[in-house]
């Protein structure tokens, strides 16, 4: 767990939001994947799939009054029935959270 609170602007945009994940998953050496233009992708896939020391994780990002689409819904509920894979709906208010699921008990100064 961090040692000290970790607080992000919680008006920031979406962008900026993804900017800070994936940043702390960089930090964690986690493999990341985010598509860059998912107009043409199957709607409502995860923003970002990570993977590290066996782990899978799929997160939906959501500024803090974003609201997540059916679709959204429909996939993080099907892939958390998979075995083995983790699920995240991540708002900027969750940044301590994102923090500890990427980095464990390493600690931020």
Aim: charged share 25%; net charge neutral.
């Amino acid at each position: 767990m961090l040692e000290k609170p970790y607080a992000i602007d919680p008006q920031c945009t979406e962008k900026d939001f993804l900017q800070f994940v994936t940043d702390v998953a960089n930090l964690g050496q986690w493999l990341i994947y985010h598509t860059y233009d998912s107009r043409r992708s199957q709607a409502g896939f995860p923003d970002l799939v990570l993977t590290q020391g066996g782990r899978v994780i799929f997160a939906e990002l959501k500024t803090q009054k974003g609201r997540l689409r059916p679709t959204q819904r429909d996939w993080l509920d099907t892939l958390s029935l998979c075995n083995g894979i983790e699920t995240y709906l991540w708002r900027p208010s969750d940044a301590n959270a994102i923090m500890n699921t990427l980095l464990g008990h390493r600690i931020i100064r």
